[in-house]
């Protein structure tokens, strides 16, 4: 689902705050009032060291794994499953902070809005068990279930896991993440009903089907647009080292020639087409030959906001950037490039505002949770394993 796209934001604001204790602006997410001022306290608490062998949402909480901890539109969840979410959500962000030479996550910290960092795991942790909530209730509304082919793959992977761990080490490992083996299924069974949900939406007869046409108006209120472009070339393609000054020049003189016999035409986008065709050296017009299709960031600066500036069959003077000499074509939004470019984006969007519409209730026992408890325990737990072990835990979030 939507993981490392919602938890982007809290890793730029600590990455910010770790170089130049710049402000950021986090994303909202769900919360209660009970948990609003307990997060921080706890993260700034010692830990209680948790028994080996033993439940990490019981020992961490006192709330039992199988109590019901949310439901959402009649669909229950358990104390385990928010438990899994704050481990994953923590160890997500721990390893990318390390991985781009940072310290690891302190969820003692506060965020430059005064948002505690362990706060900020809960709410984001909240917000991930809402979706997976949401996503069952899609499927179950619209019947759609897992394919053969998704059920084998799951049976076989549990399979080869019980191979290499044997039943208990099975059951031990997935106890490291704080889930029982039922826990550990519903999870894993929510990853691929989302790509089965998204499969049927992109059939013709699904109620969920959206029309190639529909999908071309989201991309235009997307930002995306068509333009073709002559390329008269500064840098060699293949080595991106610059031309010769005579070459460069040359090449400069023919798009001017060029855009003098454009702007004298009577018909310059036919003529366009033409010159195009001959002259053009973009290495990519074989596969693109009426031009691209494209979002607001996607093409070099100059030759963006160039396309951007005009209208519809306008064509620019010679525009130069980094490549070299641009003439470009504004066209019509291509509405089959564009409604292909936006498909996985439009069912992303489609499914955030359905988690967005939702509402989900949080027991009491919510609050209870201590999300810096809960990652210590599931990180001493696992660093246990590994002292046993030199192979990588597969279970790992």
Known sequence: MQIRQRIAACLLTLSLMASAGCAAQTQEAAQTPAASDTQS????????PVTPGEDITRSTSGVEPDAVIATLDGNEAPAELLTYQIGYCCAYLNYMLQSNGMAGLDLSADLPDGQNTAQYVYDESVEML????????????????????????????????????????????????????????????????????QTFTEAPDSPLYTSDEALADFAAAQGYITADHILLPTIDSATRQPLSEEEAAANRAL???????????????????????????????AANPTGYTFAEGEMVTEFDAAARALEENAISDVVES?????????????????AEAVRGSYFDSFFLDAVS??????????????????????AAAQADGAADSSQENPFAP
């Open 255 to 285: 798009a001017a020639d060029l855009l003098a016999q454009l702007r004298a035409s009577d018909d310059p986008v036919a003529l366009f087409q033409t010159l195009a065709d001959e002259y053009s050296q973009d290495p990519g017009r």
């Open 41 to 48: 306290e706890q993260a700034a608490a010692p830990a209680a």
């Open 322 to 338: 980094t490549y070299g000499c641009h003439i470009i074509l504004r066209r019509p939004l291509d509405a089959a490039a564009a």
């Open 357 to 378: 519409s939702a509402e989900m209730t949080l027991s009491p026992d919510a609050a209870r949770l201590d999300v810096a408890a809960i990652y210590d325990a599931i």
């Open 130 to 197: 809402k979706q997976q909530l949401v996503l069952e209730n899609l499927t179950a509304q619209y019947g759609v279930t897992l394919s053969a082919e998704d059920e084998a793959a799951i049976a076989q992977q549990r399979a080869s896991d019980i191979a290499e761990y044997g039943e208990d080490g099975y059951r031990e490992e997935l106890r490291k993440l704080g889930l029982s083996e039922a826990g550990y299924e519903r999870v894993v069974r929510a990853s691929y009903l989302y790509r089965a949900l």
